[in-house]
């Protein structure tokens, strides 16, 4: 039998966008995830719904959800599985009010295993945002909006440096607890290891179910790949990516981009592990994207590809 088939959530709209300093019209924006989406991709992280004055980057979020509302539309009605689902970043009420209102069905809530990130990150400690992400999740889910969530600095912080396993443990388990369908692990600083991706997952597998997790990995220190497979050989099956290696976040100086698509559906495919995705239609929206916002391509199968 083939091994078992992965999920790859594409973030680079997202992720991949929200640090850059060229202004990236929103035209480009659409055209992005409507590529991707021909490539395959099924789940597909739009844009956010945070505060412009932190990241003005995704301030056009509702125009980029109006263009897109076709394919927010095919989505699967709730509860009948995580097809195609478009999942907005929401920090608070008020940016799941705007999200609903633009037409999202699925959000992300994010919080930080470290109290330095949250601070920088959202200006709360990790309690307040607790609190707040309760009073999200108490009315997205009466709405039928499944709600993923995020943990950051999984492994370190920037600000506060390592971080105990056990504290991503409790948060994983509150999160879960709280209604969220997944919890995104997110190693923020892209500086963790196989050896950590172990370690975390020996602490979180015997209190969680592996389905409801998903590796979110930043490529710093070139250990995205390395990191996806050793989390794959441990039952994950969820995995966030980036097209072109986009990424990074505003408030962790120093981080690199995410975990390439390209990269990661090359090494999958060259495991026999089906992810859905046309890697050659990609690695051509990664070349597109690259151009199209004046940097160079960071995924290196992609670059690889594209000019063979
Ligand atoms: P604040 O300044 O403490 O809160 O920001 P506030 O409530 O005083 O709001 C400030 C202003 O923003 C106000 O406007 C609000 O109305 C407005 P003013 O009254 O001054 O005109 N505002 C909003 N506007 C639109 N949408 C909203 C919203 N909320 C407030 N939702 C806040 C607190 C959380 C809002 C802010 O810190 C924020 O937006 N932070 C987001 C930072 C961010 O997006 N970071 C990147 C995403 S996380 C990440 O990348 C990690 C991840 O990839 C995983 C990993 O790699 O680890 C997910
Ligand atoms: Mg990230």
Request: charged share 20%; glycine share 10%.
């Amino acid at each position: 039998a083939p091994p078992p088939s992965v999920r790859i959530i594409e973030v680079g709209p997202r992720d991949g966008l929200q640090n850059i300093s060229n202004v990236v019209p929103t035209r480009v924006k659409v055209e992005l995830i409507e590529r991707l989406s021909r490539a395959g991709l099924r789940s597909i992280e739009p844009t956010s719904f945070v505060s412009p004055k932190w990241v003005p980057q995704l301030a056009d979020a509702p125009e980029v959800m109006r263009a897109i509302s076709g394919l927010v539309k095919q989505q699967a009605a709730p509860g009948t599985g995580r097809d195609a689902a478009y999942p907005v970043l929401v920090p608070n009420v008020k940016g799941l009010e705007a999200a609903v209102k633009a037409g999202a069905r699925d959000i992300g809530l994010f919080i930080s295993a470290s109290e330095g990130f949250s601070r920088k990150n959202i200006n709360c400690s990790i309690a307040e945002s607790l609190e707040r992400m309760h009073k999200v999740v108490e009315k997205a889910l009466p709405l039928g909006i499944r709600v993923r969530a995020y943990i950051s600095c999984i492994f370190y912080c920037p600000y506060d440096g390592p971080t105990d396993p056990s504290r991503v443990l409790a948060l994983t388990q509150k999160l879960l607890d709280m209604g969220c369908y997944e919890v995104s692990l997110g190693d923020t600083l892209g500086v963790g290891s196989p050896a950590q991706v172990r370690r975390l997952l020996g602490v979180l597998l015997p209190h969680v179910p592996v389905a409801r997790l998903a590796a979110h990995f930043h490529d710093t220190y070139g250990q995205a790949v390395a990191n996806a497979v050793a989390a794959y050989e441990l039952g994950v099956r969820t995995f966030d990516s980036s097209v072109a290696g986009l990424g990074g976040c505003p408030y962790s100086p120093g981080a690199k981009g995410n975990l390439s698509s390209e990269d990661i559906v090359y090494t999958f495919h060259q495991m026999g592990i089906a992810t859905g995705v046309d890697l050659d239609e990609l690695v051509r929206t990664g070349h597109w994207i690259s151009q199209q916002i004046g940097i160079p391509n960071g995924s290196r199968a992609g670059a690889a590809i594209y000019t063979k």
